[in-house]
């Protein structure tokens, strides 16, 4: 059983940081890409990061030049640096990812979420 866990939601003052991480934990034989989203009330889901096992990067842009996503291979987790947070920026921020549990079978996986909300 594959799981994704998040964790490093928290309040933060508007232009603070905050840093989330991701581990992904089971029956893991590789990960392809890695992927952080965000959902506000009453909003749909968006993608905020993207990071693939090969090292590309993409952001949304409206965290470009603020939020940096990282992953570590070796402990199969992925994490989101978060500087000069925004009120907009108040969120549930979920991680995703596409995981093979063996040879021939890869998964879609979702965590359960952590909540960032940016305020004073």
């Known amino acids: 059983q594959v799981q994704l866990v998040e964790s490093g939601g928290d309040l933060v003052q508007p232009g603070g940081s905050l840093r989330l991480s991701c581990a992904a934990s089971g029956s893991i034989v590789a990960i392809d890409v890695m992927r952080w989203y965000r959902q506000a009330p009453e909003k749909p889901r968006e993608l905020v990061a993207s990071?693939?096992?090969?090292?590309?990067?993409n952001y949304g842009d409206d965290v470009k030049g603020r939020f940096t996503i990282s992953r570590d291979d070796r402990e199969n987790t992925v994490d989101l640096q978060m500087d000069s947070l925004k009120p907009d920026d108040t969120a549930v921020y979920y991680c995703?990812?596409?995981?093979?549990?063996?040879?021939?079978?890869?998964?879609?996986?979702w965590g359960k979420g952590t909540l960032v909300t940016v305020s004073s």
């Open positions: 995703y990812a596409q995981i093979w549990i063996n040879t021939s079978l890869r998964s879609d996986y």
């Open positions: 990071i693939t096992s090969g090292g590309r990067i």
